[in-house]
Protein backbone atom coordinates (compact mmCIF):
# COMPACT_ATOMS: atom_id res chain seq x y z
CA UNK A 1 0.00 0.00 0.00
CA UNK A 2 1.12 3.80 -0.53
CA UNK A 3 3.61 4.69 2.09
CA UNK A 4 1.41 8.07 1.75
CA UNK A 5 -1.61 6.77 3.99
CA UNK A 6 0.28 5.77 6.96
CA UNK A 7 -1.10 5.54 10.37
CA UNK A 8 0.50 9.47 11.41
CA UNK A 9 -0.97 10.78 8.21
CA UNK A 10 -3.99 9.09 9.32
CA UNK A 11 -4.49 10.26 12.39
CA UNK A 12 -3.91 14.07 11.21
CA UNK A 13 -6.59 13.35 8.74
CA UNK A 14 -8.76 12.23 11.04
CA UNK A 15 -8.37 14.28 13.83
CA UNK A 16 -6.69 17.42 12.77
CA UNK A 17 -4.74 19.27 15.01
CA UNK A 18 -5.92 23.41 14.95
CA UNK A 19 -8.75 22.63 12.96
CA UNK A 20 -10.68 26.05 13.29
CA UNK A 21 -10.36 29.40 12.90
CA UNK A 22 -7.78 32.07 15.03
CA UNK A 23 -10.18 35.19 15.76
CA UNK A 24 -8.83 37.51 15.75
CA UNK A 25 -5.78 36.81 13.50
CA UNK A 26 -3.35 39.09 12.48
CA UNK A 27 -3.01 36.62 8.73
CA UNK A 28 -5.84 35.44 6.83
CA UNK A 29 -6.63 33.43 3.65
CA UNK A 30 -8.43 30.80 2.09
CA UNK A 31 -7.31 28.96 -1.06
CA UNK A 32 -8.43 26.02 -3.70
CA UNK A 33 -7.09 23.86 -5.44
CA UNK A 34 -9.33 24.15 -8.68
CA UNK A 35 -8.20 20.72 -10.05
CA UNK A 36 -9.52 18.58 -6.86
CA UNK A 37 -12.38 20.74 -5.38
CA UNK A 38 -9.67 20.92 -1.90
CA UNK A 39 -9.93 23.70 0.01
CA UNK A 40 -8.37 25.75 2.90
CA UNK A 41 -8.85 28.78 5.27
CA UNK A 42 -5.53 29.33 7.63
CA UNK A 43 -5.60 32.00 10.34
CA UNK A 44 -2.61 32.98 11.98
CA UNK A 45 -1.39 35.06 14.92
CA UNK A 46 2.29 36.55 15.65
CA UNK A 47 3.74 37.01 18.62
CA UNK A 48 5.40 40.44 19.78
CA UNK A 49 8.64 39.70 17.31
CA UNK A 50 6.64 38.86 14.54
CA UNK A 51 6.74 35.39 14.51
CA UNK A 52 4.18 32.99 14.28
CA UNK A 53 2.27 32.44 17.59
CA UNK A 54 -0.22 30.00 16.54
CA UNK A 55 -2.09 29.14 13.24
CA UNK A 56 -5.28 27.45 12.66
CA UNK A 57 -6.95 25.32 9.61
CA UNK A 58 -10.28 24.83 8.56
CA UNK A 59 -11.49 23.17 4.88
CA UNK A 60 -12.22 20.09 3.10
CA UNK A 61 -10.43 18.18 0.96
CA UNK A 62 -7.89 14.76 0.40
CA UNK A 63 -6.18 13.00 2.80
CA UNK A 64 -2.66 14.95 1.51
CA UNK A 65 -4.04 18.40 1.72
CA UNK A 66 -5.76 18.00 4.99
CA UNK A 67 -2.84 15.99 6.75
CA UNK A 68 -0.33 18.55 5.81
CA UNK A 69 -2.20 21.43 6.27
CA UNK A 70 -2.60 20.06 10.20
CA UNK A 71 1.33 18.85 10.34
CA UNK A 72 2.27 22.43 9.12
CA UNK A 73 0.02 24.42 11.98
CA UNK A 74 2.31 23.16 14.78
CA UNK A 75 5.69 23.27 12.20
CA UNK A 76 4.92 27.51 12.06
CA UNK A 77 4.96 28.08 15.17
CA UNK A 78 8.01 30.23 16.40
CA UNK A 79 8.76 30.78 12.72
CA UNK A 80 9.52 33.98 11.18
CA UNK A 81 7.48 34.93 7.99
CA UNK A 82 10.67 35.32 6.18
CA UNK A 83 11.58 31.61 6.88
CA UNK A 84 8.07 30.54 5.87
CA UNK A 85 7.83 31.94 2.42
CA UNK A 86 11.32 30.20 1.58
CA UNK A 87 9.35 27.01 2.46
CA UNK A 88 8.35 24.60 -0.14
CA UNK A 89 7.49 20.89 -1.24
CA UNK A 90 11.01 19.79 0.32
CA UNK A 91 9.61 21.07 3.91
CA UNK A 92 6.61 19.35 3.69
CA UNK A 93 7.76 16.30 2.33
CA UNK A 94 9.73 16.02 5.09
CA UNK A 95 6.99 17.30 7.58
CA UNK A 96 5.12 14.16 6.25
CA UNK A 97 7.43 11.62 7.47
CA UNK A 98 10.12 11.63 4.18
CA UNK A 99 7.56 10.63 2.15
CA UNK A 100 8.34 11.38 -1.81
CA UNK A 101 4.82 12.94 -3.29
CA UNK A 102 3.70 12.14 -6.35
CA UNK A 103 3.84 15.07 -9.31
CA UNK A 104 -0.13 14.73 -8.99
CA UNK A 105 -0.09 15.28 -5.36
CA UNK A 106 1.78 18.44 -5.30
CA UNK A 107 -0.48 20.86 -5.57
CA UNK A 108 -2.67 19.04 -2.55
CA UNK A 109 0.09 18.56 0.09
CA UNK A 110 1.10 22.25 -0.45
CA UNK A 111 -2.26 23.61 -0.16
CA UNK A 112 -1.93 25.53 3.06
CA UNK A 113 1.30 26.33 3.08
CA UNK A 114 0.65 28.33 0.06
CA UNK A 115 -2.10 29.82 1.26
CA UNK A 116 -0.13 30.84 4.62
CA UNK A 117 2.27 32.36 2.06
CA UNK A 118 -0.10 34.74 0.02
CA UNK A 119 -1.82 35.16 3.63
CA UNK A 120 1.93 37.09 4.87
CA UNK A 121 2.38 38.79 1.63
CA UNK A 122 -1.50 40.17 1.64
CA UNK A 123 -0.25 41.32 5.24
CA UNK A 124 2.36 42.60 3.97
CA UNK A 125 4.39 40.53 6.75
CA UNK B 1 -18.55 -10.25 -25.97
CA UNK B 2 -15.80 -9.15 -27.38
CA UNK B 3 -12.82 -12.01 -26.32
CA UNK B 4 -11.06 -9.02 -24.45
CA UNK B 5 -8.41 -11.52 -23.44
CA UNK B 6 -7.72 -12.21 -26.84
CA UNK B 7 -7.98 -8.01 -27.84
CA UNK B 8 -5.47 -7.51 -24.66
CA UNK B 9 -2.50 -9.51 -26.36
CA UNK B 10 -2.70 -7.28 -29.27
CA UNK B 11 -1.60 -4.18 -27.00
CA UNK B 12 1.91 -4.24 -25.75
CA UNK B 13 1.25 -2.22 -22.56
CA UNK B 14 -0.56 -5.31 -21.14
CA UNK B 15 2.74 -7.05 -20.89
CA UNK B 16 4.20 -5.29 -17.82
CA UNK B 17 3.14 -5.40 -14.79
CA UNK B 18 2.75 -2.65 -12.02
CA UNK B 19 3.87 -2.90 -8.61
CA UNK B 20 3.94 -6.47 -9.74
CA UNK B 21 -0.13 -6.92 -10.77
CA UNK B 22 -1.94 -7.01 -13.92
CA UNK B 23 -2.73 -3.59 -15.59
CA UNK B 24 -6.12 -2.64 -14.70
CA UNK B 25 -6.76 0.46 -17.36
CA UNK B 26 -9.85 1.95 -16.55
CA UNK B 27 -9.07 5.18 -17.83
CA UNK B 28 -9.99 5.14 -21.73
CA UNK B 29 -12.20 7.97 -21.83
CA UNK B 30 -8.89 10.30 -21.35
CA UNK B 31 -6.45 8.24 -23.46
CA UNK B 32 -6.50 4.59 -24.61
CA UNK B 33 -3.56 2.16 -24.83
CA UNK B 34 -2.07 1.65 -28.35
CA UNK B 35 -2.84 -2.08 -30.49
CA UNK B 36 0.50 -3.54 -31.53
CA UNK B 37 -0.59 -2.44 -35.54
CA UNK B 38 -0.86 1.13 -34.60
CA UNK B 39 2.63 1.02 -32.78
CA UNK B 40 3.44 -0.87 -35.83
CA UNK B 41 2.20 1.36 -38.48
CA UNK B 42 3.91 4.34 -37.18
CA UNK B 43 6.82 2.24 -36.97
CA UNK B 44 6.78 1.12 -40.62
CA UNK B 45 6.29 5.07 -41.55
CA UNK B 46 9.47 6.17 -40.35
CA UNK B 47 11.18 2.92 -41.24
CA UNK B 48 10.08 2.59 -44.92
CA UNK B 49 7.84 5.49 -46.23
CA UNK B 50 8.24 8.55 -44.52
CA UNK B 51 9.13 12.16 -46.27
CA UNK B 52 6.97 15.48 -46.49
CA UNK B 53 3.50 15.21 -47.89
CA UNK B 54 2.19 17.04 -50.59
CA UNK B 55 5.42 18.38 -51.86
CA UNK B 56 8.09 16.23 -53.40
CA UNK B 57 8.07 14.63 -56.32
CA UNK B 58 10.30 11.63 -55.68
CA UNK B 59 9.02 8.09 -54.97
CA UNK B 60 9.13 8.52 -50.90
CA UNK B 61 7.82 11.53 -50.86
CA UNK B 62 4.51 10.00 -53.14
CA UNK B 63 4.64 6.89 -51.19
CA UNK B 64 3.88 9.27 -47.73
CA UNK B 65 1.76 11.58 -49.39
CA UNK B 66 -0.26 8.13 -50.65
CA UNK B 67 -0.05 6.46 -47.10
CA UNK B 68 -1.26 9.96 -45.10
CA UNK B 69 -4.40 10.18 -47.71
CA UNK B 70 -5.39 6.88 -47.51
CA UNK B 71 -5.63 7.31 -44.09
CA UNK B 72 -7.89 10.62 -44.44
CA UNK B 73 -9.89 8.37 -46.56
CA UNK B 74 -10.34 5.39 -43.67
CA UNK B 75 -11.16 8.70 -41.79
CA UNK B 76 -14.46 9.26 -44.34
CA UNK B 77 -15.36 5.80 -44.28
CA UNK B 78 -15.74 4.92 -40.66
CA UNK B 79 -17.69 8.26 -39.87
CA UNK B 80 -19.82 7.58 -43.37
CA UNK B 81 -18.53 11.38 -44.82
CA UNK B 82 -18.90 11.86 -48.41
CA UNK B 83 -15.58 12.41 -49.13
CA UNK B 84 -11.57 12.54 -47.93
CA UNK B 85 -11.80 15.90 -48.91
CA UNK B 86 -14.64 16.56 -45.34
CA UNK B 87 -12.03 15.46 -43.31
CA UNK B 88 -9.30 17.87 -41.91
CA UNK B 89 -6.54 16.44 -40.28
CA UNK B 90 -6.52 18.10 -36.66
CA UNK B 91 -4.34 17.52 -32.97
CA UNK B 92 -7.22 16.60 -30.79
CA UNK B 93 -11.13 17.03 -30.69
CA UNK B 94 -10.48 20.19 -29.04
CA UNK B 95 -8.28 21.79 -31.98
CA UNK B 96 -11.63 20.50 -34.28
CA UNK B 97 -13.95 22.53 -31.91
CA UNK B 98 -11.44 25.45 -32.01
CA UNK B 99 -11.14 25.51 -35.97
CA UNK B 100 -15.10 25.56 -36.20
CA UNK B 101 -14.99 28.89 -33.82
CA UNK B 102 -12.19 30.48 -35.39
CA UNK B 103 -13.02 29.53 -38.51
CA UNK B 104 -16.81 29.57 -38.79
CA UNK B 105 -18.08 31.37 -35.34
CA UNK B 106 -15.32 34.76 -35.74
CA UNK B 107 -16.58 35.27 -39.41
CA UNK B 108 -20.15 34.28 -39.09
CA UNK B 109 -21.77 35.06 -35.65
CA UNK B 110 -23.57 39.14 -35.27
CA UNK B 111 -23.64 40.66 -32.06
CA UNK B 112 -27.14 38.91 -30.61
CA UNK B 113 -26.69 35.68 -32.28
CA UNK B 114 -27.33 32.74 -29.48
CA UNK B 115 -25.02 30.13 -28.92
CA UNK B 116 -26.81 26.73 -27.16
CA UNK B 117 -24.54 23.69 -25.68
CA UNK B 118 -25.11 21.86 -22.84
CA UNK B 119 -24.50 21.91 -18.85
CA UNK B 120 -22.62 18.52 -20.01
CA UNK B 121 -19.75 19.90 -22.40
CA UNK B 122 -16.54 18.68 -22.05
CA UNK B 123 -14.27 22.85 -21.59
CA UNK B 124 -13.23 21.97 -24.81
CA UNK B 125 -16.93 22.72 -26.53
CA UNK B 126 -17.28 24.83 -23.89
CA UNK B 127 -14.48 27.63 -23.43
CA UNK B 128 -14.16 27.92 -27.23
CA UNK B 129 -17.70 29.00 -27.06
CA UNK B 130 -17.20 31.32 -23.89
CA UNK B 131 -14.39 33.39 -25.90
CA UNK B 132 -16.74 33.46 -28.91
CA UNK B 133 -19.54 35.04 -27.32
CA UNK B 134 -17.74 37.40 -25.27
CA UNK B 135 -15.72 38.69 -28.39
CA UNK B 136 -19.03 38.53 -30.51
CA UNK B 137 -21.27 40.32 -28.36
CA UNK B 138 -23.06 36.65 -28.90
CA UNK B 139 -25.23 35.05 -26.31
CA UNK B 140 -24.29 31.34 -24.73
CA UNK B 141 -26.79 29.28 -23.56
CA UNK B 142 -26.32 26.26 -21.39
CA UNK B 143 -29.26 23.42 -22.20
CA UNK B 144 -29.92 21.42 -18.46
CA UNK B 145 -29.07 18.15 -17.32
CA UNK B 146 -31.60 16.37 -15.44
CA UNK B 147 -30.84 14.88 -12.26
CA UNK B 148 -30.58 11.48 -13.70
CA UNK B 149 -27.81 13.13 -16.00
CA UNK B 150 -29.60 13.21 -19.19
CA UNK B 151 -30.18 15.96 -21.40
CA UNK B 152 -33.05 18.03 -20.34
CA UNK B 153 -34.54 17.77 -24.55
CA UNK B 154 -38.08 20.13 -23.80
CA UNK B 155 -35.43 22.76 -22.41
CA UNK B 156 -32.84 22.24 -24.86
CA UNK B 157 -35.79 22.58 -27.57
CA UNK B 158 -37.25 25.53 -26.00
CA UNK B 159 -33.19 27.67 -25.85
CA UNK B 160 -32.91 26.57 -29.75
CA UNK B 161 -36.38 28.52 -30.36
CA UNK B 162 -35.49 30.96 -27.67
CA UNK B 163 -33.33 33.59 -29.68
CA UNK B 164 -31.55 33.82 -32.82
CA UNK B 165 -29.69 31.01 -32.33
CA UNK B 166 -26.68 30.01 -34.71
CA UNK B 167 -25.04 27.41 -33.72
CA UNK B 168 -25.96 24.04 -31.50
CA UNK B 169 -22.89 22.15 -30.04
CA UNK B 170 -23.38 19.26 -27.83
CA UNK B 171 -21.73 16.09 -26.78
CA UNK B 172 -22.89 12.82 -27.89
CA UNK B 173 -21.67 11.00 -24.68
CA UNK B 174 -20.41 13.00 -21.70
CA UNK B 175 -17.02 12.06 -20.30
CA UNK B 176 -18.29 12.05 -16.76
CA UNK B 177 -21.73 10.69 -16.54
CA UNK B 178 -21.40 8.36 -19.89
CA UNK B 179 -24.89 9.74 -21.48
CA UNK B 180 -25.29 8.88 -24.81
CA UNK B 181 -27.16 12.06 -25.73
CA UNK B 182 -30.05 12.01 -28.78
CA UNK B 183 -27.99 13.78 -30.99
CA UNK B 184 -30.02 12.96 -34.29
CA UNK B 185 -32.86 14.93 -32.76
CA UNK B 186 -30.47 17.84 -31.80
CA UNK B 187 -29.44 18.38 -34.87
CA UNK B 188 -32.83 17.97 -36.87
CA UNK B 189 -34.12 20.43 -33.50
CA UNK B 190 -30.97 23.16 -34.65
CA UNK B 191 -31.74 22.79 -38.57
CA UNK B 192 -35.43 23.17 -37.99
CA UNK B 193 -34.24 26.94 -35.99
CA UNK B 194 -31.51 27.59 -39.03
CA UNK B 195 -29.10 26.48 -36.85
CA UNK B 196 -25.63 24.77 -38.10
CA UNK B 197 -25.05 21.93 -35.50
CA UNK B 198 -21.58 20.96 -34.29
CA UNK B 199 -20.98 17.30 -32.71
CA UNK B 200 -18.37 16.49 -30.02
CA UNK B 201 -17.52 13.03 -30.81
CA UNK B 202 -14.83 12.67 -28.38
CA UNK B 203 -16.11 9.74 -26.46
CA UNK B 204 -18.70 8.93 -29.04
CA UNK B 205 -16.68 7.71 -32.40
CA UNK B 206 -14.21 5.92 -30.45
CA UNK B 207 -17.19 3.78 -29.13
CA UNK B 208 -20.12 3.53 -30.98
CA UNK B 209 -21.13 3.40 -35.02
CA UNK B 210 -20.78 6.87 -35.93
CA UNK B 211 -22.56 8.22 -39.42
CA UNK B 212 -22.54 11.84 -40.08
CA UNK B 213 -24.76 11.80 -42.92
CA UNK B 214 -27.28 9.90 -41.43
CA UNK B 215 -27.04 12.37 -38.74
CA UNK B 216 -27.13 15.15 -40.70
CA UNK B 217 -24.21 16.90 -38.94
CA UNK B 218 -22.36 19.77 -39.92
CA UNK B 219 -19.53 19.36 -37.73
CA UNK B 220 -17.79 16.38 -36.04
CA UNK B 221 -14.95 16.53 -34.17
CA UNK B 222 -12.79 13.75 -32.70
CA UNK B 223 -9.62 12.31 -31.08
CA UNK B 224 -7.70 9.27 -32.24
CA UNK B 225 -5.71 8.95 -29.31
CA UNK B 226 -9.16 7.92 -27.66
CA UNK B 227 -9.12 4.63 -29.95
CA UNK B 228 -6.07 3.63 -29.98
CA UNK B 229 -4.39 5.63 -32.31
CA UNK B 230 -1.23 8.08 -31.77
CA UNK B 231 -1.79 12.03 -30.94
CA UNK B 232 -4.30 13.52 -33.30
CA UNK B 233 -7.72 13.86 -34.46
CA UNK B 234 -10.11 14.56 -37.23
CA UNK B 235 -13.02 17.43 -38.09
CA UNK B 236 -15.79 16.73 -40.37
CA UNK B 237 -17.03 19.20 -41.64
CA UNK B 238 -20.18 19.76 -44.50
CA UNK B 239 -18.08 20.56 -47.93
CA UNK B 240 -20.22 23.72 -48.46
CA UNK B 241 -19.56 24.85 -45.20
CA UNK B 242 -15.81 24.57 -45.64
CA UNK B 243 -16.15 26.06 -48.64
CA UNK B 244 -17.81 29.33 -47.38
CA UNK B 245 -15.08 29.19 -44.24
CA UNK B 246 -11.80 30.90 -44.47
CA UNK B 247 -8.53 29.19 -43.43
CA UNK B 248 -7.95 29.01 -39.55
CA UNK B 249 -4.17 28.42 -39.47
CA UNK B 250 -1.89 30.26 -42.74
CA UNK B 251 1.45 28.90 -43.68
CA UNK B 252 2.79 26.38 -46.16
CA UNK B 253 0.10 23.69 -48.20
CA UNK B 254 -2.75 25.63 -47.37
CA UNK B 255 -2.06 28.28 -49.76
CA UNK B 256 -3.06 27.91 -53.95
CA UNK B 257 -0.36 31.15 -54.55
CA UNK B 258 1.23 33.95 -51.81
CA UNK B 259 2.54 37.33 -54.02
CA UNK B 260 3.78 39.97 -51.36
CA UNK B 261 0.40 41.49 -51.94
CA UNK B 262 -1.63 38.22 -50.11
CA UNK B 263 -2.25 34.86 -50.73
CA UNK B 264 -5.00 32.73 -52.19
CA UNK B 265 -6.28 29.06 -50.71
CA UNK B 266 -5.60 25.82 -51.40
CA UNK B 267 -8.51 23.44 -51.97
CA UNK B 268 -10.34 21.42 -49.35
CA UNK B 269 -9.26 19.83 -47.22
CA UNK B 270 -5.63 21.49 -47.53
CA UNK B 271 -6.59 24.34 -47.36
CA UNK B 272 -6.76 23.74 -43.33
CA UNK B 273 -3.98 22.17 -42.65
CA UNK B 274 -1.26 24.91 -43.04
CA UNK B 275 2.05 23.66 -42.36
CA UNK B 276 3.46 19.78 -41.97
CA UNK B 277 0.90 17.59 -41.14
CA UNK B 278 1.30 15.02 -38.24
CA UNK B 279 2.01 12.34 -40.88
CA UNK B 280 3.15 8.88 -39.08
CA UNK B 281 0.03 9.86 -36.46
CA UNK B 282 -2.52 10.19 -39.24
CA UNK B 283 -1.22 6.85 -40.75
CA UNK B 284 -1.42 5.64 -37.50
CA UNK B 285 -4.99 6.73 -37.17
CA UNK B 286 -5.80 4.79 -40.31
CA UNK B 287 -4.59 1.71 -38.78
CA UNK B 288 -6.53 2.07 -35.33
CA UNK B 289 -9.78 2.50 -37.47
CA UNK B 290 -8.43 -0.77 -39.53
CA UNK B 291 -8.49 -1.87 -36.58
CA UNK B 292 -11.88 -1.38 -34.75
CA UNK B 293 -13.97 -1.84 -38.11
CA UNK B 294 -12.12 -5.74 -37.53
CA UNK B 295 -13.87 -5.57 -34.74
CA UNK B 296 -17.11 -3.94 -36.03
CA UNK B 297 -18.20 -0.91 -33.77
CA UNK B 298 -21.40 -2.18 -32.59
CA UNK B 299 -19.72 -5.07 -31.02
CA UNK B 300 -17.54 -2.58 -29.65
CA UNK B 301 -20.24 -1.13 -28.32
CA UNK B 302 -22.30 -4.05 -27.12
CA UNK B 303 -18.96 -5.13 -25.04
CA UNK B 304 -19.01 -1.99 -23.19
CA UNK B 305 -22.35 -1.67 -22.46
CA UNK B 306 -22.09 -5.22 -21.12
CA UNK B 307 -19.33 -4.11 -19.01
CA UNK B 308 -21.03 -0.95 -17.78
CA UNK B 309 -23.72 -3.33 -16.66
CA UNK B 310 -22.03 -5.12 -14.66
CA UNK B 311 -19.78 -2.48 -12.85
CA UNK B 312 -22.97 -0.46 -12.07
CA UNK B 313 -24.03 -3.69 -10.45
CA UNK B 314 -20.76 -4.28 -8.45
CA UNK B 315 -20.34 -0.55 -7.64
CA UNK B 316 -23.93 -0.95 -6.03
CA UNK B 317 -21.91 -3.13 -3.34
CA UNK B 318 -19.60 -0.85 -2.45
CA UNK B 319 -20.96 1.48 1.08
CA UNK B 320 -20.98 4.83 0.64
CA UNK B 321 -20.75 4.53 -3.36
CA UNK B 322 -23.08 6.58 -5.73
CA UNK B 323 -22.69 6.28 -9.28
CA UNK B 324 -23.57 9.58 -11.30
CA UNK B 325 -25.53 9.74 -14.50
CA UNK B 326 -28.05 7.37 -15.85
CA UNK B 327 -29.22 3.99 -15.81
CA UNK B 328 -27.16 1.78 -17.75
CA UNK B 329 -28.88 1.28 -20.88
CA UNK B 330 -28.38 4.80 -21.56
CA UNK B 331 -24.88 5.21 -21.39
CA UNK B 332 -21.47 4.44 -22.73
CA UNK B 333 -18.51 2.82 -20.83
CA UNK B 334 -18.57 5.65 -18.06
CA UNK B 335 -18.75 5.50 -14.89
CA UNK B 336 -17.90 8.98 -12.67
CA UNK B 337 -18.98 8.37 -8.83
CA UNK B 338 -18.34 9.40 -5.48
CA UNK B 339 -17.28 7.33 -1.83
CA UNK B 340 -18.81 8.96 1.27
CA UNK B 341 -15.78 10.05 3.77
CA UNK B 342 -13.12 9.69 0.42
CA UNK B 343 -11.60 12.08 -1.77
CA UNK B 344 -11.30 11.09 -5.58
CA UNK B 345 -7.90 11.79 -5.17
CA UNK B 346 -7.13 9.29 -2.34
CA UNK B 347 -9.34 7.19 -4.04
CA UNK B 348 -7.35 7.05 -7.52
CA UNK B 349 -3.61 7.01 -5.30
CA UNK B 350 -4.35 3.95 -3.47
CA UNK B 351 -6.34 2.50 -6.28
CA UNK B 352 -3.06 3.56 -8.37
CA UNK B 353 -0.70 1.74 -6.15
CA UNK B 354 -2.72 -1.84 -6.65
CA UNK B 355 -2.17 -1.37 -10.86
CA UNK B 356 -6.12 -0.03 -11.11
CA UNK B 357 -5.66 3.61 -13.30
CA UNK B 358 -8.67 5.44 -12.85
CA UNK B 359 -8.42 9.14 -12.85
CA UNK B 360 -10.16 11.48 -10.38
CA UNK B 361 -11.16 15.68 -10.30
CA UNK B 362 -13.42 17.71 -12.61
CA UNK B 363 -12.61 15.59 -15.88
CA UNK B 364 -12.42 18.81 -17.68
CA UNK B 365 -15.85 19.55 -16.76
CA UNK B 366 -16.49 21.99 -14.13
CA UNK B 367 -19.78 23.17 -14.39
CA UNK B 368 -21.42 20.11 -14.84
CA UNK B 369 -19.56 18.83 -11.15
CA UNK B 370 -21.10 22.36 -9.75
CA UNK B 371 -24.43 21.29 -11.17
CA UNK B 372 -24.37 18.14 -9.04
CA UNK B 373 -22.90 19.91 -6.48
CA UNK B 374 -19.98 18.15 -6.27
CA UNK B 375 -16.25 19.02 -5.85
CA UNK B 376 -14.75 16.44 -7.67
CA UNK B 377 -15.64 12.53 -8.74
CA UNK B 378 -13.71 9.40 -9.51
CA UNK B 379 -14.35 8.09 -12.75
CA UNK B 380 -13.63 4.38 -14.38
CA UNK B 381 -14.10 3.88 -18.45
CA UNK B 382 -13.98 0.88 -20.10
CA UNK B 383 -12.21 -0.11 -23.52
CA UNK B 384 -12.36 -3.13 -26.05
CA UNK B 385 -9.42 -4.89 -23.79
CA UNK B 386 -11.68 -4.40 -20.52
CA UNK B 387 -12.87 -7.50 -19.05
CA UNK B 388 -14.88 -8.55 -16.42
CA UNK B 389 -11.86 -9.16 -14.07
CA UNK B 390 -11.08 -5.36 -14.67
CA UNK B 391 -14.52 -4.15 -12.46
CA UNK B 392 -13.80 -7.18 -10.46
CA UNK B 393 -10.25 -6.10 -9.37
CA UNK B 394 -11.93 -2.14 -8.91
CA UNK B 395 -14.57 -3.26 -6.84
CA UNK B 396 -11.51 -5.07 -4.29
CA UNK B 397 -9.57 -2.17 -4.42
CA UNK B 398 -12.49 0.29 -3.69
CA UNK B 399 -12.90 -2.21 -0.50
CA UNK B 400 -9.11 -1.53 0.04
CA UNK B 401 -9.72 1.88 0.03
CA UNK B 402 -12.23 1.96 2.44
CA UNK B 403 -10.20 -0.21 4.31
CA UNK B 404 -7.01 2.37 4.35
CA UNK B 405 -8.83 5.11 5.01
CA UNK B 406 -10.37 4.07 8.15
CA UNK B 407 -14.19 3.61 6.71
CA UNK B 408 -14.85 0.45 8.01
CA UNK B 409 -14.40 2.03 11.49
Redesign the interface.
Known amino acids: ?2 E ?2 RETI ?1 DHY ?1 NPSNFGVLDPADVEMELDN ?6 VHVTLRLDEAGNIAAMAFEG ?5 SMAAASLLTEAVVGKSPAELKTWGLNEIQELMGGVRL ?1 M ?2 VK ?1 ATLALEAVKRGLNQAGK | MLDANRIRADFPIFEQPINGRPLVYLDSTASTQKPRCVIEAVSAVYEHTYANVHRGIYPLAEAASEAYETARQKVADFIGAREAAEIIFVRNTTEGLNLVMYAWGLHTLQAGDRIVITEMEHHSNMVPWQQLASWKGAELVYAPVTDAGELDLAALEALIHGGRTRLVSVTAMSNVLGTITPVQEIVALAHAAGALAVIDGAQSVPHLPTDVRALDADFLAFSGHKLGAPGIGALYGRRELLESMSPFLFGGDMILSVTKAGATWNDLPYKFEAGTPAIAEAIGLGAALDYLQRLGMDAVHAHEAALVRYAMERLAEVPGLRILGPTADKRGGVVAFTLEGA ?4 IA ?2 L ?2 LGICIR ?3 HCA ?1 PL ?1 RRFG ?3 TARASFYIYNRHEDVDALIAGLH ?1 VRR ?3 LNR
Do not use: F, Q, W
Not at chain 1, 34 to 39: F, Q
Not at chain 1, 60 to 64: E, H, K, M, Q, R
Open positions: MSLYMHPTCGDHNGCVISGRC | HPHDDIGSAGLEHLPAEVLG
